[in-house]
């Protein structure tokens, strides 16, 4: 149910399936669920099926505003990654 | 050799396998012209050598690797390889193998002959001769072709003595390069999933790398991550030496579409077989000493220090996450499968 | 990885933890529904870096945990048919039923495959045209467009040797029944962040507005999660009830409209057994008359179990799938039910609480486990 990855669309072929790049492996995705999605654009691919193209901009806006947030709350910078 | 393989049959048959004429054409046209040495030559039941003083490695291991080929290698290279790293875990200078052969009926003898290059070739990159054998034949469901057993001696030096018992809190655990590469290589085929991957097997004796290092001291033991992966070693050394091994996960090395791959079935990579890597366990003097060491061989070129010997929690692994939490590493009971949710 | 290793950054996450810790004003019993959530949580270990007083529940969302053993039980008879061939996610292979589970039938010879993609177990029958092929497709809404499409695509094959025998279960339906059920103690939800890209977020809108419990759609990164976490701490001290999206770059208000659409023209509501529960009203998806050919329950009716002992007599699997129980109360739990002996879904499945709970405490003895 849960289970989905992002991927880039490499290539769009025919009756809706498309090339996807995951991390340097690929698999044919289905596109039947976002029949609007073009090559470059990056999609979550659940069970071989593209459910959703990604927001890049959102991405983009969400980390802007969790930064102004942080910034305001005067959060020291972080330690390192293994702060227990 | 076409000349020779034009009268070989086309397919492996039963009578193959009775030890009666067509058993020793199959032996001197597909296994003695690969492996080629004087003992095996002799073609007696069994293969004599010197034994000089001191003490003797053995190790058996069975290959049942399914599909017999996959990128980087086939079940030839794992035949050699994985037996070889096994006499080179005990701190062992390997030197002579024997393989068991158990093929299918139907199995195409041109195919034979390859993975037997393989093995030829896997044998003289590791150093070792293979000098005695045995073949038998069966019937086989049609994507069965073969089963090879190695069994393996080698010489261990005086003075080393590597054991789990060894280990010591504060020692340093190494890993000489990428986890999950040979089990990524072979999932999707293994599953029959349909994935396009770059990613080849890792699968290489490890004897430059071993007999380099084994002469540092502080090195209480070796283990290589096969089945079950980096964790289940880990698992396994912490349950025998009553300590507690635990890795930094951001310090262990990985490929990224191995991650990416683990990532689209729902596997943890850290569980994922290995074929050419090991785990040292090392005093804190001399880790970075034999890091170093391991780093000049190109085999293990990508080794790390991926973590610690606690006492924290006796016998059993754990693993400290990229947030600082640490989890545990227990022995998974069954084979991961891939998963949807 | 794009979008992938932002989420995992682990000086992000320091500064998210710093951030709960700084606003968080007071205890919270948190439910994540979705059974990927679970598993995310365990992997990285967050739920040991929160403020005490903030913990998880685990909730229901793990279609595999909810199938009724009778499901299991008519696969398997399915898989023994001569010639047939059934496909299935990796997640049931191993989830026993009155019978076992469907690798122990692989084992006795049923032709049982593993698939990715619903659409393999379409081509396995485009390929084998002499072989029924039936696809095992379990799921929430995430899964059943997916499900769903390979209907609609056999159908446009013209493939005569193809049904879906289905488990489709919705969520809203089963978090109102978890929190009409009195003494429901959660405070406030974390929402199935891939649910929400097909469904969309107003319906979890309910949940603030019918039962003052906020939610945050979550992504599946650990960072996704604190993010989320933070937004609850931050909606708990401004006095705020709402529904928020934290998966804001895969979730839309509307969700997937192709996606629904699909989901509307292959099933259609019905009442559906969740194992451990019980019968739960319009909770479940069944495939529409128009599909017949391609429903397994109708194409096999007559050859297929009708009921099945292993979904009567429960252990505490049920409870334990709503959150209302901890594994610990379970008299089976680590005794006889273990994840090599498993007896039910919470033990088979990777992020069932079961699972989780048993590995955690087997290697951490002595240590105050959180249920």
Redesign the interface.
């Known amino acids: ?6 991927g ?1 669309v490499l290539e769009v072929g025919e009756d809706l399936i498309a090339s996807v790049d ?2 340097g492996v690929r698999r044919r995705v ?1 596109l ?4 609007e999605v073009v090559a470059g654009d ?1 999609v ?1 691919v ?4 593209a ?2 193209r ?3 901009a ?2 983009v ?3 802007r505003l ?1 930064a102004e ?2 910034a305001q ?1 005067d ?2 910078p ?2 390192g ?3 227990p | 050799m076409s000349e020779a393989s034009h009268s070989l049959p086309a397919m492996i048959e039963a009578s193959h396998g009775t030890g009666g004429k067509m058993t020793h054409d199959l032996v001197e046209r597909v296994f003695v012209p690969a492996f080629r040495n004087p003992r095996l030559e002799e073609l007696g039941d069994q293969a004599v050598f010197e034994v000089p003083g001191g003490r003797l490695a053995l190790t058996t291991d069975g290959y049942v690797v399914k599909p017999v080929r996959f990128p980087g290698g086939s079940i030839g290279d794992l035949a050699v390889n994985g037996t070889v790293n096994d006499l080179l875990m005990g701190g062992a200078t390997p030197l002579y193998l024997s393989a068991a052969f158990i093929l299918a009926e139907g199995l195409h003898v041109r195919l034979l002959q390859e993975l037997v290059q393989d093995m030829a070739a896997a044998a003289r990159r590791a150093g070792v001769e293979i000098v005695t054998g045995d073949t038998k034949v069966v019937d086989g469901r049609p994507d069965d072709a073969m089963f090879i057993t190695t069994t393996g001696v080698g010489l261990v030096p005086p003075g080393i003595d590597w054991s789990p018992r060894r280990i010591r809190r504060g020692d340093r655990i190494l890993l000489s390069g990428t986890a999950g590469d040979h089990g990524a290589s072979v999932m999707a085929a293994r ?5 396009e991957t770059d990613i080849p097997s890792d699968t290489c004796a490890l004897r430059d790398a071993v007999l380099r290092v084994r002469d540092i001291p502080g090195i209480r033991c070796m283990r290589d991550p096969t089945r079950g992966g980096v964790a289940t070693t880990l698992a396994e050394l912490s349950e025998q030496s009553g300590l507690s091994l635990t890795a930094e996960e ?1 310090a262990i090395p990985m490929r ?1 579409d191995v ?2 791959l683990c ?4 596997l ?1 990579p850290l569980y994922v077989a290995n074929e050419g890597k090991l785990i040292a366990v090392v005093a804190p003097e001399t880790a970075d000493e034999v890091l170093r060491g391991l780093q000049a061989v190109p085999e293990t070129s990508g080794a790390a220090i991926i973590g610690e010997v606690t006492d924290d ?1 006796p016998g ?3 693993l400290r ?10 022995l998974l ?2 084979e ?6 | ?4 290793d ?1 989420y ?1 950054d ?10 709960i810790r ?1 606003r968080s004003a007071g205890p919270m019993r948190i439910m994540e529904i ?4 679970t ?1 995310a949580i ?8 929160l403020p005490e007083g903030i913990t998880f529940l685990h909730g229901p ?4 945990c909810v199938t009724p053993a009778l499901r299991i039980d008519q696969a398997i008879a399915l898989a023994e048919g001569p010639g047939h061939i059934v496909a299935t ?3 049931m ?2 989830v026993p039923g009155a019978r076992g589970s469907l690798r122990q039938a692989q084992a006795r010879g049923a032709d049982v ?8 177990a379409v081509d396995l029958a485009a390929r084998f045209k002499d072989r029924e092929v039936v696809f095992f497709g379990v ?2 809404e ?2 059943a ?2 499900n769903g ?1 390979s209907i ?2 056999a159908a446009r094959l013209g493939l005569e040797n193809f049904s879906v025998l289905g488990n489709h279960v919705l969520v809203p339906p089963v978090l109102r029944f978890l929190l009409d059920a009195p003494g429901t103690e959660i405070d406030a939800f974390i929402g ?4 929400g ?2 469904v969309g977020s107003q319906d979890y809108a309910f949940l603030p507005r019918d039962y003052g419990r906020p939610v945050v759609i979550a992504g ?1 990164e ?1 960072n996704d999660l604190l ?1 989320a976490v933070l937004m609850l701490v931050r909606q708990q001290a401004e006095g705020r009830c709402a529904l928020e999206v934290q998966y ?5 208000e509307e969700g ?1 409209p ?2 629904r659409e ?1 989901m509307r023209q292959v099933f259609e509501v019905v009442d559906q057994e969740w194992r451990g529960i019980g019968r739960i009203p319009a909770s479940g998806l069944g495939i529409r008359q128009e599909y017949a050919a391609y429903d397994a329950l109708r194409r096999y009716a007559g050859e297929l179990p009708e009921e099945s002992p292993a979904d009567v007599g429960e252990y505490v699997c049920g409870a334990v799938v709503q959150g209302a129980k901890s594994p610990l109360s379970c008299p089976a739990f680590g005794v006889g039910c ?3 002996h498993p007896f039910g879904p919470g033990m088979v ?3 069932g609480a079961c699972a989780a709970l048993y ?2 405490r ?4 002595g240590k105050e486990a959180q249920p």
């Open positions: 149910m849960c289970l989905a990855v992002p880039k995951i991390g289905s039947d669920l976002v029949p990056y979550l659940h069970v071989g099926f459910l959703q990604i927001d890049e959102e991405a806006r969400t980390t969790l947030m942080f709350d959060v020291p972080p330690g990654p293994s702060t | 599953f029959g999933i349909e994935l951001i990224e991650r990416a990532d689209v079935l729902g943890d929690r059993y692994a754990g996450t990229a947030l600082g939490a640490l989890r545990p590493l227990d009971p069954v991961q499968l891939p998963r949807i949710c | 990885m794009k979008f992938v932002e995992r682990p000086a992000q996450a320091q500064r998210l933890l710093a951030a700084r979705c059974g990927g959530h598993h365990y992997k990285s270990g967050l739920d040991q870096l969302g793990c279609p595999v996610y990796g997640d292979l191993r495959r593993i698939v990715y993609s619903s659409l393999d799921g929430f995430t899964t467009p997916a499409m609609l695509r199935p962040g891939h649910v890209t097909v599946f650990p993010e804001r770059r895969a979730v839309r997937s192709v996606a699909v273990t994840p090599e499945s990777s992020e590995h955690y087997r290697t951490s003895p």
